[in-house]
């Protein structure tokens, strides 16, 4: 039994954003004018004491007021008046609130904040912040963020939720999340968490349908013993990709003061999170590239990788890659395959592994190399490298590519390099589905995250 | 003295065109056009015996027929005819071929190679391939490549020069360089180098006042001793950025299959390379990341970094990889640069390393902090952070950057992360010089390269 119940306000049917006006560039403002971009279905009511209207609707002057149930109260006004509007929330049995002001621990106001606290408790309000961005939801269209939508892109609708207590890191990756192919389910980006914190959210994501991949950005964590029980029970149903900053003694000062964290000792949290099955990026890039291999991906059934390549050098720099990674080994191609091979490819092809099918290879090579490697029952995981430079690279060889993977019941990503025209055809790849990097080292970091978490898993289900 | 010269190769005054048809897909179509479109100043005379007019210039059936003397004779013709044709540029004084053509060594074709070697000596011209793409010099205008130009796009004129034994990496890594705002002075792809290999066309790199920075890929070295001969005494004047296919036993095996080179024992280049002053990438990205830093950036005075960010997260992540590298320290601010701080900054501003200047920061802010940042006689590099996504950063950011990147004698870069508006403002501060990463630990990793490249100058200069 969680604590407390997220579902109000990932789900309201009602939200009332407090501190609406009739200035466009106050934050309560933008709240409400993204609800309204966004097309939220739910009911929405501005409160504002000084307002008969806001963007068209008629305001409220405090939440007592609306005659409906309300499920998520936004809080935008100055930190002093939290309080009083917390109270009226808790009189008019609101759910839940996510307290955006500013102003409270981060500022030293500690006793402010142990005030909201205790009155959010009082009213068993759900309540998030305060001093953050709040939460977003690409299906039911909740979107507490106070950013304009011309300078962060939203996501499409997906299956990968994202956690963040710092709201730069949030929002940044956010943006970034926005120009992948793999959409976002939930966005929480918590801030001072007095009240709602990690292991709240976590058990929420656990159970939700609509998530298939966590992704996790720390700071610190403030229930050590109730963060170790939440992740040992997550990780066994869905990947969780992790970037803890504080790994060095200067970034543990700096976390301190960014956001009052004690971020503890990095190595002692390094390895519980591999012992518990996280995945654990060192980069905010390598938390992206981890996220869109399991947000596309089937679990490999071991570690044997197939190369796939349109020119030699790369290939080459990929073999050299998986050789001397921990966990991946080079495929080792079945006999019917060579055989298979020999009769398709042209002579000069080299019937090997990595499979270099020259640089006049088009979609019809690819479709016989993909469909000859796929089948090999010595080959886990295919990685295909498509230099769109070449002579023979065109968009018969995306498409080829589509088919596979759609076909395949084993990963299947894509190396690509390059500019304008290679970019336009990685992006057709990813909107289909296929995991497209720009560099053979993430592409490879990602498949070993992908096999290790599923060897993570098979022990876990042997047990 | 050099044993061939390549100079009539790199500015000739005049090209001929052996394989110049009429038909527009022809690989010597291909080439004439290219040289069209990209403004070629010299002369451009077509070859082809069995066409009176190519691209509406005169064709000659020889180039014994061209009265003018001919500096570069690109030849795309098919293999077996290649002896005839370089026979009669030896006997016309062409000074240098370019040949194109397949169907040589790499395909088995041992002796039809010796034979245009032997030729192209006993004529002292100065050969590039077979099997190649040739030469590219943004200036000169020269373009020996036969890719058509909607695929991949050609760089503007930098100082960074490319050398690549693979024609597939290469034109890859042009792609790249084509959208990166550094540009590209000369790119070689010098096929099987049957007569000029990579210690030629380093030893014209070397005394080149157009190449600032050599980009190497290399799969095997031919002429070892050369090759440690030059490389001793080019990294004395310039970068040179090396990435060596070929670490692992996979990789070595592929890398023979690829272009029959030796790839040899890949920790004993390593060692050497490192003795020699090279900076060692991993992978294709790394080339490019580090290509980038040489090519905009001065030589840092000391290992100590200054950190500067709009984001908390983002500055503790950046903090993690600076205090975990293996030779860069984070800055200690001097008591000046405090007291200075403590005067402009918002009272909330941690006076510290990394400085955070919290999400409401504009250009004024950052102004400021670069200005106090950049004058600490205890800093030796400025890591600039600029999340986008928060409310306070807009093209008054990027603009100070700018500025101020302009006025300093210290390296300074950015990292920046994010989609659409994000990448609008990157391509600002890159057309403006400053190098920009969208990852912390490709940047820092770029900023102790070129810290290891300014010791090895260091001592090499005590020396």
Redesign the interface.
């Known amino acids: 039994m969680p604590r407390v119940d997220l579902t109000p306000m990932v789900k309201p049917r009602s939200v009332a954003i407090i501190g609406a006006s009739r200035n466009p560039n106050k934050v309560g403002s933008v709240i409400m004018q993204n609800y309204i971009s966004a097309g939220y279905e739910g009911k929405l009511y501005p409160v504002n004491p000084n307002a008969e209207e806001v963007l068209n609707r008629k305001a409220y002057s405090t939440v007592l007021e609306i005659k409906d149930a309300v499920d998520l109260a936004v809080i935008a006004v100055p930190a002093h008046i939290v309080p009083l509007v917390l109270e009226q929330c808790g009189k008019a049995r609101v759910k839940s609130a996510v307290v955006v002001s500013g102003g409270f621990a981060e ?1 030293g106001e500690v006793k402010l904040q142990e005030k909201i606290t205790e009155i959010a408790k009082r009213y068993h309000i759900a309540m998030m912040g305060p001093n953050c961005l709040g939460v977003m939801d690409t299906r039911s269209k909740v979107d507490t963020l ?3 939508m ?4 939203r996501p499409k609708v997906g299956f990968v939720s994202f956690v ?6 949030g ?6 999340i ?2 992948e192919g793999f959409g976002l389910s939930k966005f929480f980006s918590y801030g001072n968490a007095a009240y709602i914190d990690e292991v709240d959210i976590l058990e929420y994501l656990m159970h939700d349908e609509e998530t298939k991949v966590v992704v996790l ?1 720390l ?1 610190g964590i403030k229930r050590g013993k109730e963060f170790v029980e939440i992740a040992r029970k997550l990780t066994k149903i869905k990947p969780v990709v992790v ?1 803890k ?7 543990t ?3 301190h ?3 009052a964290s004690l971020a503890g000792n990095y190595a002692v949290h390094e390895a519980v999170f591999r012992q518990f099955g996280f995945t654990v990026a ?5 938390l992206m590239y981890f996220a869109k291999i399991f947000a596309s991906e089937v679990r490999p059934k071991g570690n044997r990788v197939a190369v796939i390549t ?8 990929a ?6 990674s921990r966990y991946l080994r ?1 495929a080792e191609f079945s006999e019917e395959t060579k055989r298979t091979l020999k009769k398709t490819m042209p002579a ?1 092809v ?1 019937i ?1 592994n ?1 499979l ?1 099918i020259a ?1 006049d290879a088009s979609g019809d090579r690819y479709r016989q190399a993909l469909d000859a490697v796929g089948n090999d029952k010595n080959t886990d995981m295919l990685l295909v490298i498509v ?5 023979g ?1 065109d968009p018969s060889v995306t498409n080829e590519v589509i088919q596979k993977k759609r076909a395949l019941s084993k990963p299947l990503i894509v190396i690509s ?6 970019l336009r055809q990685a992006k057709l790849l990813e909107e289909n589905g296929v995991p497209v990097y ?5 592409a490879i970091d990602s498949l070993e995250a992908l096999f290790e978490y599923a060897e993570f898993k098979k022990r876990a289900e042997r047990r």
Request: aromatic letters at 4%; zero cysteines.
């Open positions: 500022t106070f950013l304009p011309n300078k962060i892109s963040s207590q710092s709201g730069a890191v929002s940044t990756v956010l943006d970034v926005a120009s950005y700071e970037l900053a504080g790994r060095t003694s200067a970034g000062t700096a976390v003061s960014h956001t060192n980069d905010l890039s390598e349109n020119g030699g050098g790369a290939g080459v720099v073999t050299d890659e998986i050789a001397s080079m000069l080299n090997a990595p270099d640089g230099l769109y430079q070449t002579p690279a390099i390059g500019a304008d025209y290679t720009s560099s053979p080292i993430a």
